[in-house]
Every structure is written in structure tokens, then in C-alpha cells.
């Protein structure tokens, strides 16, 4: 999961450091085409999920590794074309330890989340990833020293509370897919955490995504190998689409990000959700029970308040 795998600070780093801050002149334009570039990306990542449900009864290892083989010749190709040449592949001194922190979390959250599609709605697979940002909280008290604040660990219990309406737990087997897909959300914001200490550190976004998708495509590759199953060539489109519409995803992501900075335009990722449920509706004859749509419209109104505080109180700081 991409990248897949806060919809708030730490995607800044999908950049090449940090978010490019527009001038006054340009702000509106540049805040415009930051907007367009996150709700493009949210549409290829929700494409990704149909096409993951759409591919079948092929093993959730053999999706993760044909997912992330294209992304690593995506990412590849971009370095190769880099002006940076042979320094694009740069890691920095004391950032390789980071590299595999931001790769195991991005790895358990894409093998978890990849699951979930199977399992669940891709609606519901897709509303509990999102709980990332809010588990990046979490994290980033440890790894980045940030102390969150009140209001922030209000945010993270009322998402929790949204979370269960689409858990909806007991204790049937039932509920297990919906307990791997927060795993999953847990996952990414631990990915997340370290992607942003990564950006901070001034690591190159392609390499970032280059050295996920190859440590991915590794740990993968041995089930590929010892567990394969043969293929129809509607399932050999469709995971090549899955790899597409993972790569077109990021792309757009890190566009958005150079484009305007992630508390201006985080909360838009969300439409994934709306996409994820349109397809379902239209593809898969999924429609998302009553407590689920709850859930849906707690977690993302407790999104949208927590990004609408936090441009309110940096605006008035800019104003003063």
C-alpha cells in the first residue's frame, strides 16, 4: 500500500523534500492544481482497489508482488531519467535504517489492505485505511517527538469510535477481514511516520518509492515462487491495471504535494472513499450497510474538522 500505502503533514515528503510553498500571486492556481492532483490520485487508488477484487481468486502475495513489480519499474525509470544522474540513487548517511522502518510498515499495510479488498466492500476496506493519518499520530510521538495535542488525540478516539461502526465487532469470524484492514491502516501510518522523518531528511521521493517496491517485490517473491497460481488472461489485465492505477496514484500524490502543502489539501484523499463506494455499487453490487455509512461519515467529518482547525489557526497565525 502504497502508496497507496495524514492526509496531513507526513505526505509532504512524497515530494522531493518538502511541499514547494507558492507565492501569494500563485497561491489560488497552485492550490487549485494541488486539489485536482489528490482527488486524480484518490481515483487511480481507488481504481486499484476494483481492479485487486476484480483479478479474482489469485493469492494476495501474487497481487502484492505483480502490484509492486510495476511500481519498482515505474520508479526506476523515473531515476533513470533524473538530471540528478547517478546522485538520484543517493541514500543519505544514517537514513538506511529509516528506508527499512518506512518498508516493512508500507509493506504489512499493503498485504493487509490488498486482503481487506477481498474480504470486505471495497468501501469499508478503503475507509478503514484511512485511519493511517490518525495512527500516524500515534507514531510520530515516538519516532518524530511530536507531541500531539488535545485536540488531535480527540480526533484519534472519535475515529476509533467510526472505525467500530464498520467493524462492527463480535465474535464471529466475520469480523476478522475488518480487524486486518485496520491492521493494515496501522501499518501505513507506521510507513507514513517514517516516510515523513525520510522527507525531512531531504531523501529523494523516487528513491523512497523505488526502495519500497523492490523490498516489497522481495519479501513477495517467494510465495509467487512456491504458491503460484496459474492465471487467466483477464487476471493477467487486470493486476497489470492494479500496478497502473498504483503507479498513476502515487504520481498524482506527489505532484499534489509540490503543488500545494498537505494541510491545505490532505483531507480531499478522502474522496477515494466516494470513488471505492461508487465502484463497488456499479461493479461489484456492493452496497454499504447503514452502521458502515455511519462510520464513513464519522471518521471523514472527524478528517475534515481536524483540517478546517488546523487551516483556520494557520491562517490567523499568518495573518498576525
Known amino acids: 500500500m502504497e502508496v497507496q500505502e495524514n492526509q496531513s503533514q507526513y505526505k509532504e515528503v512524497l515530494a522531493d523534500g518538502q511541499a514547494e510553498q ?18 486524480l490520485s484518490a481515483f487511480c487508488f481507488s481504481l486499484m482497489s476494483l481492479f485487486i477484487r476484480l483479478s479474482g481468486d489469485v493469492p494476495v502475495m ?3 508482488f505483480f502490484r509492486n513489480a510495476v511500481a519498482l519499474m515505474i520508479a526506476l525509470f523515473g531515476l533513470l531519467r533524473s538530471r ?11 537514513n538506511l535504517l529509516y528506508y527499512f522502518f518506512r518498508a516493512i510498515g508500507g509493506t504489512i499495510g499493503m498485504v493487509c489492505n490488498f486482503y481487506a479488498i477481498d474480504h470486505l466492500a471495497i468501501s469499508d476496506a478503503s475507509i478503514l485505511n484511512k ?17 500531539a495535542k488535545p485536540k488531535e488525540w480527540l480526533a484519534v478516539i472519535i ?26 491502516g496501522c501499518g501505513a501510518g507506521f510507513a507514513y511516520t517514517y516516510l515523513r522523518k525520510l522527507g525531512m531528511n531531504g531523501e529523494n521521493g523516487l528513491m523512497i518509492v523505488l ?8 519479501v513477495t ?17 487486470f493486476l497489470a491495471l492494479t500496478g497502473a492505477a498504483a503507479a498513476g496514484g502515487q504520481i498524482f500524490i506527489t505532484k499534489a504535494y509540490k503543488y500545494a502543502p498537505a494541510k491545505e489539501i490532505s483531507v480531499y484523499d478522502f474522496s477515494n472513499v466516494i470513488f471505492s463506494a461508487l465502484w463497488g455499487f456499479l ?14 461519515i464519522i471518521i471523514i467529518g472527524t478528517a475534515v474538522l481536524k483540517w478546517y482547525f488546523g487551516v483556520h489557526k494557520s491562517r490567523e497565525t499568518s495573518a498576525s
Open 211 to 218: 526502495f519500497f517496491s523492490g523490498f516489497s517485490t522481495c
Open 221 to 237: 517473491l517467494p510465495f509467487l515462487i512456491f504458491d503460484y497460481h496459474p492465471m487467466t488472461g483477464m487476471q493477467w489485465l
Open 283 to 296: 461493479f461489484l453490487s456492493q452496497i454499504p450497510d447503514y452502521f458502515s455509512v455511519i462510520g464513513y
Open 159 to 184: 475515529a476509533f469510535i467510526g472505525a467500530m461502526f464498520v467493524v462492527k465487532p463480535s465474535f464471529q469470524l466475520e469480523v476478522v477481514p475488518a480487524l486486518i484492514a485496520m491492521l493494515g
Open 84 to 94: 540528478q544522474g547517478r546522485e538520484a540513487f543517493r541514500i543519505g548517511k544514517g
Open 131 to 147: 485511519l493511517s493519518p490518525f495512527f500516524a499520530i500515534i507514531f510520530s510521538v515516538f519516532v518524530l517527538k511530536e507531541i
Open 22 to 39: 507558492p507565492s501569494e500571486t500563485q497561491s489560488d492556481r497552485q492550490l487549485g492544481r494541488g486539489i485536482l492532483c489528490i482527488i
Open 62 to 64: 501474487q497481487k502484492c
